[in-house]
Every structure is written in C-alpha cells, then in structure tokens.
C-alpha cells in the first residue's frame, strides 16, 4: 500500500510522516503530481495561512490534483480548511470539494484566546467513518484561529467559543481540525483507521 503525504508550502508535515512512522507505517513525502494520484491513501497535512497557500497549490498544479482525488484523502488543519468552500482568512476562494465556508474565530469575552491552542472535547458522532473507535468527550489537540461551520458533512464537533466542525466526511474526503498526530491515543487510533481504509 502507497500512502503519500503532500509536501506543500506549509508547515507540519513531518510530524505526520513521524506519527505514521511510529505506527509502523512508511509514508512518502512528496509534491510529485504522478506520485500522488497513484497513491493509494494520500494525506493533505498543513499550517499555516490560506491565501498564500492557495495560490502556491494552484500555481503548482497540486490545486488540480487534490481536487480530483478519487482515492481516501484526509486533510489535516489547514488541510482541512482548504478543503471547503471559501475561507475568510484573507477573503480565499478554496478547493470547494467541501460545500462549507471557514470563518475567523471572534472571541466574545476577555478570557477567549484566539488561536484556539491546546486540548478539548471532540464530539464524535455515532457511526462516523474514522471515528467509530473514539468515545464522545475525547479529547484532541488543536492550534487554529479559523474554523468551519457545521454542517451536513461534519462528523465531529467542539466547542470553543460557539460549535465548530472538528471532522468533515464528504466521498472519498475525510478531514480533522485536530492534529491526530499530536492527539495521542485519540488520533493514533484515527490514523490507523484511515490507514486500514
């Protein structure tokens, strides 16, 4: 089995080659267009801002080419986020394979921090593919300033300042706001079940 992990300009992306390493499994890093689309399971990782990032992946060609994935595909963060419809963060136009739109969070009271950093309770819905193995109420880890709304295709929440999707499924795309990489149990048990696809 061929998993690739698209190395784009964006940061992060080692650490999931890490956490897939340390399951046992050996992933390639790669911004080969061939390369990703005979992949077998292709992972869509990323920190960092969406305009700029935008523009790198369609300048590329890689825009293209995620677009048209017919195999599993799990976007990560900002892997996420550009997955979905339109991004405020900088007023961006994304992939739009997800029909959902990415807003900034706005805190409402003095002890609201923005970036949402750190640990908390992730909602997983009953019989969502990926998640089936966690328990309502686990706890992942998070590092974002920007969002996406819930909608019919989320399949986790949270909550932090108002609800938030914090997993989207749509066909073959799967998605964490998240780090399972950095989510211990929690996320180790959803890489493997992307892996075991």
């Known amino acids: ?11 992060n ?5 890490f956490a897939l390493k340390r399951l046992g499994v050996t992933a390639e890093l790669t911004s080969g267009l061939e390369k990703i689309k005979a992949a077998d399971k292709v992972i869509f990782p990323g920190v960092g801002e969406a305009k700029n990032t935008m523009t790198y992946l369609r300048k ?18 900002l892997g996420m986020q550009l997955l979905c419809e339109h991004s405020e963060e900088g007023d961006t136009g994304c992939l739009n394979i997800i ?31 990926l998640l089936e193995k966690n328990k309502p109420g686990d706890y992942a880890y998070f590092v974002h300033s920007y969002y996406v709304e819930n909608g019919v295709y989320t399949t986790a929440t949270c909550n932090y ?14 998605a964490t706001q998240f780090h399972p990489e950095k989510s211990g ?13």
């Open 13 to 17: 992306v080692r650490s999931v080659l």
């Open 99 to 129: 029909p959902l739109k990415v807003k900034k969070f706005v805190a409402t009271t003095r002890d609201q921090k923005i970036p949402h950093v750190g640990w908390n309770k992730v909602l997983f819905e009953k019989n969502a593919p």
């Open 161 to 174: 300042i108002l609800p938030f999707s914090a997993a989207l499924k749509k066909d073959n795309f799967y």
């Open 60 to 77: 590329t060609g890689l825009a293209d080419t995620i677009y048209n994935l017919k195999q599993p595909t799990l976007g990560i963060c």
């Open 1 to 11: 089995m061929k998993i690739v992990i698209i190395d784009y300009n964006a940061g």
């Open 185 to 197: 149990d929690v996320g180790e048990l959803i890489l493997k079940e992307f892996i075991n696809l």
